[in-house]
């Protein structure tokens, strides 16, 4: 095998990973940190998926997944904040990617896992009202 060949066949093998794994399923990942922050700062945050911390925090939380955070503190009313996945720029491209290389099973499974999405808004940002 000439080193033509040889390089060829490393693209072609190359392309194919790309077109069935995903294009951006491997260049920006399935999960992302998710930022919340409070005014004032010090308040206890709970995911709509059990995950707890204290203002200002990030949690490190699928794509796909839409959530319902709750920001409290003693004192104030209790906020809730709807995050969805929206396909983000560079999701879009990444679909580009799948389309250009072929891998229409790429395309599904980057939509399939989120890996085309961002979750919004991020960070949260919530400003506490004082209790009555």
């Not at 693209?11 to 260049?27: D, P």
């Not at 004032?40 to 925090?57: D, E, F, R, Y």
């Not at 990444?94 to 599904?108: Q, T």
Request: glycine share 10%; proline share 5%; net charge positive.
């Amino acid at each position: 095998m000439n080193s033509y060949t040889k390089t060829l066949a490393t693209v072609l093998i190359g392309a194919a990973m790309l077109a069935s794994t995903g294009c951006a399923s491997i260049t920006r990942g399935t999960e992302q940190d998710l930022a919340v922050e409070s005014n004032p700062a010090g308040a206890s945050v709970t995911l709509s998926n059990s995950m707890k911390g204290t203002t200002p925090t990030s949690f490190k939380v699928k794509r796909k997944d839409s959530l319902t955070v709750t920001v409290q503190k003693p004192g104030y009313k209790t906020a809730h904040v709807q995050v969805v996945p929206k396909v983000s720029d560079n999701g879009a491209a990444g679909m580009a990617g799948n389309l250009l290389f072929g891998g229409i099973i790429g395309v599904g499974v980057d939509a399939a896992n989120g890996a085309n999405k961002d979750l919004q808004p991020n960070p949260v940002k919530v400003t506490l009202e004082k209790a009555k």
